[in-house]
């Protein structure tokens, strides 16, 4: 699943291509993806595109005549085209969701593999109709969200860190991936309560998840869709590498499988050389 920093370079990717242009043509092939209907699609075609902005793991084409939203869910992606396939548009069982051509030919797919369709289209006159946008939490890469402002949503919180993390009202665009990789850097186990954290943890915690999601946002920044997921997969310490060898001290890493996901740590590294239980956790699950 794309999160945050690969995103962030979507959006930047559509900034620096879109905006200025209009929107030549938009089809839908896969009617379940549209979540919307008023203001309805064809609204769109004939508006200029002034703005791409990011709301946690949502993208959001602004236009004077609403906003496109899409969220990309665990198996979507976007392909850019700098000419449009001139191919009818036609809803079947494709992986195709959404096309759409600019007025200079250029445009997108939306597309999502797999069986289970997640991915979600929106127009809508403000992105904060969308629930799942109204819902999200503070961006924590914001300039100014400060230490502070971290320990005051910790504060309280008797739930697993792990799960805290990935909540999207707690902190928008922090997912599954770059949780694991944010306590491997902070050295602390996913299971530990927020609110049972020290003042020194809570410094800790915050410091390797500001630097862990700039480094990858930088990582990522300036590169096509296409090669996005192979970067972020090479950029992960623990993430996805259950069985091989932790980068900083060589123990073997590990996995707990619940639910429908799963997630990886090094216990050298984050609990004191135990292997965690591997036992379905709900509270991790939100």
Aim: aromatic content about 6%; charged content about 25%.
């Amino acid at each position: 699943m794309p999160e945050l920093p690969e995103v962030e370079a979507l959006s930047r990717f559509l900034r620096e291509r879109t905006v200025g242009h209009a929107v030549a043509s938009i089809r839908m092939a896969s009617i379940s993806a549209l979540k919307t209907f008023d203001p309805p699609l064809h609204t769109l075609e004939g508006a200029e595109i002034t703005a791409v902005d990011r709301h946690g793991k949502f993208v959001d084409l602004v236009t004077p005549a609403g906003h496109l939203v899409f969220h990309l869910a665990r198996a979507g992606w976007l392909r850019w085209y700098d000419e449009v396939p001139k191919t009818a548009v036609k809803p079947g069982k494709s992986p195709l969701a959404l096309r759409l051509r600019l007025d200079d030919g250029a445009g997108f797919d939306l597309t999502e593999a797999g069986t289970k369709k997640s991915l979600a289209v929106y127009v809508v006159r403000d992105p904060a109709e969308i629930p799942g946008v109204a819902r999200l939490g503070p961006d924590p890469t914001e300039p100014g969200f400060t230490r502070d402002d971290f320990a005051a949503i910790l504060d309280g919180r008797r739930t697993q860190i792990k799960g805290v993390l990935r909540d999207q009202s707690i902190f928008a665009g922090i997912g599954n991936a770059y949780s694991d990789e944010i306590l491997h850097a902070a050295k602390m186990s996913p299971y530990l309560l927020a609110a049972k954290l020290t003042p020194e943890q809570i410094d800790t915690l915050y410091s390797a998840m500001r630097d862990t999601l700039a480094e990858a946002v930088a990582e990522a920044s300036g590169k096509p869709p296409a090669d996005l997921k192979d970067a972020k997969r090479r950029g992960m310490q623990v993430h996805g590498r259950a069985g091989q060898a932790c980068p900083v001290c060589g123990d073997t890493v590990r996995q707990v499988i619940f639910a429908d996901s799963t997630f990886q740590y090094c216990p050298t590294c984050q609990t004191g050389g135990k292997p965690l239980a591997d036992r379905v956790l709900s509270r991790l699950v939100k």
